[in-house]
Structures are given as structure tokens and as C-alpha cells.
């Protein structure tokens, strides 16, 4: 009999464990899938302020003409017209 009430309270463990984890992964996936609420995109208003900042710092990508990386375009070499990512690949020979 003391088997029986050990493997039913293990089962009666395993089932609320179980349970508790699906709960909360269902609440994280809620909030992950929730608009956020407030001013600013959910976020306080120093949280706004911080973010149109950042976007104000973003810098312009470009492609490099000889090997098609993306650079910052404050590192950009030009040559020829075209914009480069260094300047040993705006030396080489265009083909």
C-alpha cells in the first residue's frame, strides 16, 4: 500500500510540475505577444527619449563596390565614383 501512495503522490508531483510549467510559458508568451502599454512605445518617457536618440545616431550604410559588405558610411573610400570599404579595395583594378 505505501508503494502505491509513493507512486501516486510522484505522479500528483510530476503533474504539477508539469502544469506550472506550461503555465508559465504560456504567460511569457503572452507578454512577448502583448502591445506594450503607455507613452513611447510602452516604455517610461526617458525610455522614449533614449530610443529617438539612438535612432537620431544611427549612421547610413553603404555596400562596398568590390566585395559587397555593408560599412558605416562615415569609413567610406572612394574611387572612381564608387564607394569602398578600404582603401586596398578601392586600388584594385575594376573588372
Known sequence: ??????????ICLVGFAIRSKIR???KRQQQYHQPPQGT???ASPAAGAARQQATAEAETM?????CGVFYPASE???ARGRDY??????????A
Open 76 to 78: 567610406t573610400v572612394q
Open 24 to 26: 508559465e510559458a504560456q
Open 85 to 94: 570599404c578600404s582603401a586596398a579595395h578601392a586600388a584594385m583594378p575594376s
Open 40 to 42: 513611447a512605445g510602452g
Open 1 to 10: 500500500m505505501s508503494r502505491l501512495l509513493f507512486w501516486l503522490a510522484l
Open 62 to 66: 553603404l555596400q562596398c563596390a568590390h
